[in-house]
């Protein structure tokens, strides 16, 4: 019996061992398929990195034009009608993004839809500086350089210099206009060097509908930086 006994106890010894064995192989064999994944997602990496990249690229493309489109415009100052605040080349920031004309406001207005210098040429985007509203009534002083707004005279410490000239084709000296519904009147804030509302053959009062934004940011030249 006891010799019978010492041979199932070995018997018995056995299966644990091979319980052990097998333990130690499926632990090896799942590091083993760990370590294959890690490889298979290493590899894969590259790839998506790329897509990851491309999908972001797209999207930022969406983003500006959206913002461009809806929000946000560049323009780039054309000639020298705004100087001293804007000069020739000046890169500002123009918004309409819930925007009113208000007086004082410097607006990009789309001038292709205006008709300059009695021609049938159109020109390009031009910027100047909304001086009254619709209902105002403004009066120019030529020969003082003073401008009058609802009948008090405005004070422009923007402007380069007082008014000198007058043109044909402008405005009266001294005589009342009352600005249409729907429009602004505008001007250059080199008043001796600017086409604008004074024109009222060629340029006139501007509909409200051909205003682009406000600028509201000269962005460049960097060392130029201001907010308007």
Not at 114 to 143: C, H, M, P, S
């Amino acid at each position: 019996m006891k010799e019978f006994n010492e041979e199932s106890e070995k018997r018995e010894e056995i299966p644990a061992e091979d319980n052990e064995f097998a333990a130690e192989s499926l632990t090896a064999e799942k590091k083993n398929s760990e370590t294959d994944n890690e490889s298979t997602e290493e590899v894969g990496k590259p790839f998506s990195n790329v897509l990851s990249w491309t999908t972001w690229f797209v999207y930022s493309i969406i983003a500006v034009l959206v913002l461009n489109l809806f929000f946000f415009r560049s323009i780039t100052v054309s000639g020298n009608s705004m100087n001293n605040t804007l000069m020739n080349k000046d890169k500002v920031i123009a918004t309409n993004f819930m925007y009113t004309p208000d007086y004082g406001d410097i607006v990009v207005v789309e001038a292709d839809k205006l008709r300059l210098q009695g021609t049938n040429i159109y020109g390009e985007t031009i910027i100047k500086r909304v001086i009254a509203k619709e209902g105002d009534t403004i009066r120019i002083d030529f020969d003082n350089g003073i401008v009058y707004l609802n009948g008090e005279a405005l004070k422009e410490d923007y402007i380069k210099e007082p008014i000198r000239d007058h043109y044909m084709g402008w405005i009266e000296s001294n005589k009342d206009y009352i600005v249409p519904e729907h429009c602004v009147f505008v001007m250059g804030d080199n008043r001796n060097n600017s086409n604008d509302s004074r024109n009222i053959e060629d340029v006139g009062c501007i509909d409200t509908n051909y205003i682009m934004g406000k600028a509201f940011v000269r962005y460049a030249p960097f060392s130029s930086f201001k907010w308007l």
